[in-house]
């Protein structure tokens, strides 16, 4: 298994970089985060061996168990839909949290924050494709909106926005779905003044699109890990 992730791990950053070479970016434009969730510990340590730093997890109680136990230097991100209840830890261990969507869960990440004496960085979380099996804010004002309350958050620095793309798109709906992201991204700059550097979206299945729209962090598990076993 060891030699199978390192051989991955590989082959999707000569993947990704070409990605970027190919619609005139620079590969280092494009930040890899190895989503690590339902994998173990030592999948994780296969990975850091082999120089990946940025990880990303779906839930809090399983960053949380990973993060104390696995070199400090990592970079860990918080994907998943984030429980306010659930916030305190989010901010312990998640140096970026891409799954904000609510004015409430901003305003309660400010004030975890402040009193863990830190700068959380944020995404918010846009669900452009409408599906409503996923999470996150479609209507442009209430988008605008978060953005203005984590833009005038002391404690909080918004990075950027995050989507995800349906499973079944093809070409042409992926690029719509990534470059609407990217052209709210820039909506939300000018309106508010602010530079929002990171854009979140793309997968194992469709970072070539998201990254010819702009990615700066792609999410890839699968395609470096192998296949997840949900069991249990």
């Known amino acids: 298994m060891g030699q199978y992730i390192q051989e991955q791990l590989t082959e999707i950053r000569d993947a990704v970089a070409a990605a970027a070479v190919n619609c005139g970016r620079l590969p ?5 985060i190895a989503v690590s969730k339902t994998f173990s510990r030592e ?15 779906n839930k809090v109680q399983e960053l949380e168990q990973k993060a104390g136990n696995l070199p ?8 998943g839909h984030l429980q306010g209840n659930k916030a305190v ?4 261990y998640a140096t970026y949290i891409h799954s904000v969507d609510s004015v409430k869960l901003i305003q309660r990440l400010d004030r975890l924050a402040g009193e863990a004496g830190k700068k959380q960085k944020i995404l918010l979380e846009v669900n ?11 209507a442009e004002n209430d988008i605008l909106t978060m953005a203005e309350a984590a833009a ?3 404690n909080l620095e918004l990075a950027g926005l995050m989507t995800m793309a349906p499973y079944e798109a093809d070409e042409a709906e992926l690029r719509r779905i990534f470059g609407a992201l990217r052209q709210l991204r820039d909506k939300i700059e000018k ?7 990171e854009l979140s979206m793309g997968m194992s299945g469709d970072f070539p699109a998201a990254v010819a729209e702009g990615a700066t962090f792609v999410r890839i598990g699968t395609a470096i890990f192998g296949k997840r076993n949900y069991a249990g």
Do not use: C, M
């Not at 452009?128 to 479609?138: P, R």
């Open 28 to 32: 280092d434009e494009v930040k890899l």
């Open 43 to 57: 999948d994780i340590l296969t990975a850091y061996a082999h120089g990946q730093r940025r990880f990303g997890e």
């Open 72 to 79: 400090p230097d990592i970079e860990w991100h918080l994907l």
């Open 89 to 92: 830890k989010a901010v312990q």
């Open 128 to 138: 452009i494709s409408g599906e409503t099996t996923k999470f996150g804010a479609s």
């Open 152 to 154: 005038n958050a002391v």
């Open 191 to 197: 309106r508010l003044n602010i530079r929002l550097p």
